[in-house]
């Protein structure tokens, strides 16, 4: 069973970047029969995808967030990070890790999430 | 406003079925077969139902079941249970620059 499993602050204050790591465990993101990806959720909205990253490193990221988003991976240690700069009140939600299906893009299994605030 | 139209909440009696329907374009969902629908109960993280318009993961009732005809799929849950009260997310892959897009989600309320 594959779990993962979102770390980082809590709290962040405007125009500094953003940070999370989510951990993979009972599956290796080395395997390279998915992709890695980040989902967030403003309080009582809806989900918004923000990208994702393969094992060899390259990347996708949604055009809206695209000039502000880095993901990256760490096979060593079946990790991969969201990196998110310049953030305001906007950028206020929960955050997500999940696994998506190169396929047909659906997300097949997804971290508990993890709530980030910006503010001073 | 969200990429995919659903309507804001439905509601059913136990035992009775609901379909939610979820409204794209022919860039979307129907241009491609790849909806996916999402449950998510307050506090949770969202869990996968159906995905490939019509596909139920391991584990997921038989009671759900999904569909497309057109520009719109649509999410049907039959038997309904307390436990189904949630809210229900759809997606699709598209093939603008945004790769993945969600509906706006709806609230099912079990009476």
């Known amino acids: 069973q594959v779990q993962l499993q979102e770390s980082g602050p809590g709290l962040v204050k405007p125009s500094q970047t953003l940070s999370l790591t989510c951990s993979v465990s009972?599956?290796?993101?080395?395997?390279?029969?998915?992709?890695w990806s980040w989902i967030r959720q403003p309080p009582g909205k809806g989900l918004e995808w923000i990208g994702y990253?393969?094992?060899?490193?390259?990347?996708y990221y949604n055009p809206s967030l695209k000039s502000r988003v880095t993901i990256s991976v760490d096979t060593s240690k079946n990790q991969f990070s969201l990196n998110l700069s310049s953030v305001t009140a906007a950028d206020t939600a929960v955050y997500y890790c999940?696994?998506?299906?190169?396929?047909?893009?659906?997300?097949?299994?997804w971290g508990q999430g993890t709530l980030v605030t910006v503010s001073s | 406003q969200s990429a995919l139209t659903q309507p804001a909440s439905v509601s059913g009696s136990p035992g009775q079925s609901i379909t939610i329907s979820c409204t794209g374009t022919?860039?979307?969902?129907?241009?491609?077969?790849?909806v996916s629908w999402y449950q998510q109960h307050p506090g949770k993280a969202p869990k996968l139902m159906i995905y490939?318009?019509?596909n139920r993961p391991s584990g997921v009732s038989h009671r759900f079941s999904g569909s497309k005809s057109g520009n719109t799929a649509s999410l049907t849950i039959s038997g309904l249970q307390a436990e189904d009260e949630a809210d229900y997310y759809c997606?699709?892959?598209?093939?603008?620059?945004?790769?993945?897009?969600f509906g706006g989600g709806t609230k099912l309320t079990v009476l």
């Open positions: 009972g599956g290796s993101i080395s395997s390279g029969d998915y992709y």
């Open positions: 999940a696994r998506q299906d190169p396929g047909g893009q659906q997300l097949d299994y």
């Open positions: 990253i393969y094992y060899s490193g390259s990347t």
């Open positions: 490939d318009v019509s």
């Open positions: 997606s699709s892959y598209t093939n603008s620059s945004t790769l993945v897009v």
């Open positions: 022919s860039s979307d969902v129907g241009g491609y077969n790849y």
